[in-house]
């Protein structure tokens, strides 16, 4: 799991790596979600940009899963 969700990783540590993780999660899901509305509108590159702010917001919820699932030690540390 920490191959694909680095983050999690600093999530198991304590409270503060938690908080910081899921925050950075968040926040990059919340910027490209704000970024793909100001290109949404061209035709072509609004369709492409859509569907990545897609892909990347499955990621980050995913990563906040996984995160909550480390953090109180449902999925192995490695």
């Not at 920490?2 to 993780?21: E, R, W």
């Not at 369709?47 to 897609?54: C, E, F, Q």
């Amino acid at each position: 799991m920490g191959k694909f969700f680095p983050l999690s990783i600093a999530g198991q540590k304590s409270v503060t790596h938690l908080i910081v993780s899921l925050a950075i999660y968040i926040l990059v899901g919340w910027a490209l979600g704000f970024a793909a509305g100001l290109v949404g509108w061209l035709p072509l590159l609004g369709n492409i940009v859509n569907l990545v702010v897609g892909l990347v917001r499955v990621y980050c919820v995913a990563g906040i899963i996984v995160t909550l699932l480390m953090y109180f030690g449902f999925l192995p540390k490695k």
